[in-house]
């Protein structure tokens, strides 16, 4: 196989703060090592549509504190068909580009799979807040999504105390609770719901009440969207112990912006310039990670076939601590 | 009347952030004024309760930054009825309690003016976050939720526009839009729901529509609760434009809660030793406001029965502002 | 005098937070109103040299949030001989412009002042974080440098009272305490040292001992400018009292950075417009204020001539609660 | 050796963020455990002084976000001989306290060998800023630091990129640049200065200056206090480039305030929580870190003996991103 000479990096899936540091890392390496580096607009979608573009220093010129994705995102059910791949892969080939950095998720990394088994050299890096990507201890945007987590409960507590009380705070994580255990063991949430723990909805209720019995002036309940709604989880409670009403907050999409943490900005420079040195050593097909303070590839294969572990030590010392 | 000797403070009905400063200020300006300072705690619930306690310097040490009010609040239904009210004023004749401080809302201000009425010299600060009370330009708490509000509208409008989506973001304000308004100028909403304004749904949605059109790449839309919910609206809108389908997030108790802004801290500081030197000055039965920069008093017969202006220069400015 | 048709905006002096916000309300409410509009690159600097450009409404998208002025800001000492003045005035002619909106502080009103007399239609926003000009209760930027100087002295807060500690901050005022009195009053701070109030060195370093002496686990001394560097006051009190060291910390420059509040951008917002408006209405050779919450239009040979009164009021109120 | 009954813990030297974070783990998990738990005000001084007191749930309430210590901080030039050591065992051993929690520095942990040559169980917890402490990862308030110089260090930017100016940033770190590297890398300063890596003044006021000639706005050069004071770098690179005057910022003991991030939260529950365990468990003479992902217990005597080591990878990648 040749060298790479020209790349390109697109942003697809649900956008995660530090993404815009992870591009701009990807296009100042790039351009350091001597590369020709591009630019793919509305991720897959954008690929398929040859909505391409040349990148140089002053592309990415202050975007590094910013949330979001200058790239854009969107979903593209054409690229989900071999056709589609097969039209990417060809638009690649015919700009003579020879690496594809792709950020994302899950979703994106079977695309980036599908792409290098067509003979295109692709590189992932782990984008989403959800921090449910495996082969990294984190992925770029969870730390900012967990500040967001903590300081949205640290407002609410102000009020809740001032009036004795309960709340429960619905968290993004379909698969993976670890916006809710990071944000609760922070915040000193009296309990954490995650879809890797299975429960007793009546310990639950029982734990709520007594904490109120104890002196408790109030208490959080934090829940990942992987366990249910938590207008659910409050009627639930609610039967259990009538003449208790927990409000509910769903923290929704503010959990995706603000700017980016300097933990996901250099995670995000880190990895992207990890991926822009690995594709000229001839790497692809990768999945980009920090794996105990190392940076490692990990097999698409692999990667998207493989569950991310939960921290069942973290998980105890939350509830050790909020006893 | 004889000199005022001792005063209490309580605060009631929903927090708001500033009402610490309120009462730190009330409680500092009456030592310094030579008074005993007594604090209520739960609201006209702690009064009628006699839960009822003296406060030093130390006790409003370090508490001006803090939201939510140390005082903290409660639902008083005894209190509604005349003889709650008079138990009420009977517990602080008996302890010498000769100026009583409400910090609240337009229901805190009547319960104020039933006991002005029995005798008890009564002041009123307005600590709200809807700014909901007439004469008075602001209330203590609705700077810090404005800030809260455009805070999270600038964290969806990075996702948003890396999605190129439209979001209604639901805030506080059942009678009065003032959040909507000042918070929708602030950041820029396209467009900003409030119930003293009508509004054509037909209108608001082909104007997210153009807005796409002419290429902007995300539309927010602030609906006021007083409005209706913003899942309605967001239905509503889909219904008109059924390819068009608004993300929906509604902000709720967050918006009560964080340090106060320097503004609210301000305000409630001014407010507070205006309360304190009125009672001393013999006043009683009034509101405390801040009027065009200058602080007044009115009565609370009125004030309980006037509404609030609604600021239409800067609602039409917001418009012409966010074409 | 016939009807204005064509304007040009600029940013002058130091520069503030909420200087973005004005740009983009000129550049919105002129289109809106049907007028052309230019932007002017680094102030009288960049109309000398014809730095200008058209603006459009995607000129000024998504900048309402930014600090700094995209306009950018460069001090001119060609356009402060009359020379520089007449070819300035002789560009815009050339170009059509028939009105200028000025935003800054004092010296950037006295130019406009100048250009009107040349006959040119001007207008001045007051741009400057000091909040020193007369005739607006409040200058754009002041609101947020008041939140960047209390988030600070919180911060030193916590790491002065785990030592016991004392603490002298700087802050920004050379003329004016303003900032220093409401970030004094706001963070409750101990002492606060303006320049329009002396004071007696002997009794601060005093104040400073009894508060130690009393108990209080640290305190704040505020000093604007004005007064003098902070580091000589510490060395004052150090020599009026040996066995005590207060740490001195300068804050400079941050307080001119930030994203604006919500007050600030609204404050911008509605003095752009108006600015506007007025310069359509026939008015020139004006500052515009807002005065006791409503816009106003004040001579800029009043404005320049005039110095901003100081607010002894909540000076004494700071004093009162701060004991 | 008997079993660990009672257990104390101590902050000492230069405060952190967090550390009150990890106050709480250790008195939670100690009583989870079914330990006494004892808190020592003013650290060895405290100690000294028998200013120990028993600690419940309710002592580290509401404590987890605050910055500072509510255990205080102080020096003790007593304790630093080895009479004051002894008094302190003697201290300890009198009320039957067998197990000793210190968080703090370098300094600290010396202390805490000297108690346990002395026959006192003893672990310790990094409680710095600088993150200069071996065998951990991070310490405890190093990302809170690092998020505070970056926030600043955008405030800056928005001010020197209106004015065109460069920006000298001088932050906190004797031994060990980690605070400047890592907010460096994170908020793309052009330059960073560390004690540990030999730079050629020269090459770094060309550097400057070819950014500007390059057309960039504005520049950053961040140093840590232990390369020299940001006032003498600025006057030597005004004495290369005489045309060239950078503005220079102290940011001072700020760095070491504000409430803690989430993730120096849950760094000092985990360790806090690691060390009464390994306590419970008979160890001592103990440093507890985070190395990789993991908790790992190393000798005080290796570790007050060794010398950070510094990330030249990372170093190497801020320098080929700021290009």
Known sequence: MSAVKKIAVLTSGGDSQGMNAAVRAVVRSGLYFGLEVFGIQRGYHGLIHDDIFPMDLRSVGDIIQRGGTILQSARCMEFMRAEGQQKAAEILRERGIDGLVVIGGDGSYQGANKLNKLGIRTMGLPGTIDNDIPYTDFTIGFDTAVNVVVDAVNKLRDTMSSHE???IVEVMGRYCGDIALHAGLASGAETILVPEVTYNMQEVADRMRNNFEKGKRHSILLVAEGVGRGEDIGKLIHELCPDYEPRVTVLGHIQRGGAPTPFDRNLASRLGD????????????????????????TDFDIVVNTKKEFNMEM???AQRLSQ
């Not at 991926?275 to 920090?290: F, N, P, Q, T």
Request: glycine letters at 14%.
């Open 315 to 317: 998980y105890e010392l």
């Open 274 to 297: 990890f991926a822009v040195r690995k594709l000229i050593e001839g790497e692809s097909g990768k999945a980009c990670g920090l794996v105990k303070g190392e940076l490692v590839l």
């Open 165 to 167: 009380r309960s709340s």
